[in-house]
């Protein structure tokens, strides 16, 4: 088995692609080594001391080194992991019910109704040219409301963090939703 990595615009991420599906659907983030229990693979991933972060896309894994790590001690780990997993065969997620699922909460936002319009016209090009685009970057955005001409984001894997996030942002993703959507004022994260 041969696992591809990429660079990211977060030089402390990397993207690993196993050349097979990851996720059926969604993705998860796991910001700690608790977060990772419901893994086996992610709390592998953790298990190396030298990590962050770990995201899971549909058909990549995105690491965050901890900082002051080298890449080029900390890969071969994460290639390794990743290779005895994906040989094994092992499940991605721990069996188990939902009470024992913890799932984080970000600041979410209710729409209005008297928005659904502009809301509708936001989240179809966050899903269509955003989302995208960002997982080629080994990460993940999620629409989290729009209130008085703003809009609200959350930002996930490599995108975490990343130095170029607020311009990708500003320049990227606000300068789209405006030129669309003209109720559009500015984007935030949350």
């Not at 977060?10 to 983030?29: C, H, I, W, Y």
């Not at 990590?51 to 790590?69: K, L």
């Amino acid at each position: 088995m041969l696992i591809q990595t990429e660079t990211t615009p977060n030089p402390a991420a990397l993207k690993f692609l196993p050349g097979q599906k990851v996720m059926e659907s969604g993705t998860r983030d796991f910001a700690s080594p608790e977060d990772a229990q419901a893994s086996p693979l992610a709390e592998a991933i953790f298990s190396t001391g030298e990590v962050e972060g770990v995201f899971f896309g549909r058909d990549f894994i995105s690491v965050t080194a901890a900082p002051g790590v080298e890449w080029r001690q900390l890969k071969p780990q994460v290639l390794e992991v990743l290779l005895d997993h994906f040989a094994s065969g092992a499940p991605l997620f721990r069996a188990g019910s939902a009470a024992g699922i913890h799932v984080a909460q970000e600041a979410s936002f209710d729409d209005r109704p008297e928005d659904s319009e502009i809301v509708a016209q936001i989240q179809e090009l966050i899903e269509t040219r955003v989302r995208p685009a960002v997982a080629q970057d080994g990460g993940d955005i999620v629409y989290r409301g729009f209130r008085d001409g703003t809009v609200f984001l959350a930002l996930h894997g490599a995108c975490a963090g990343c130095p170029s996030s607020t311009m990708t942002l500003k320049q990227g993703i606000e300068s789209l939703l405006k030129h669309y959507v003209p109720e559009v004022e500015a984007v935030e994260t949350v």
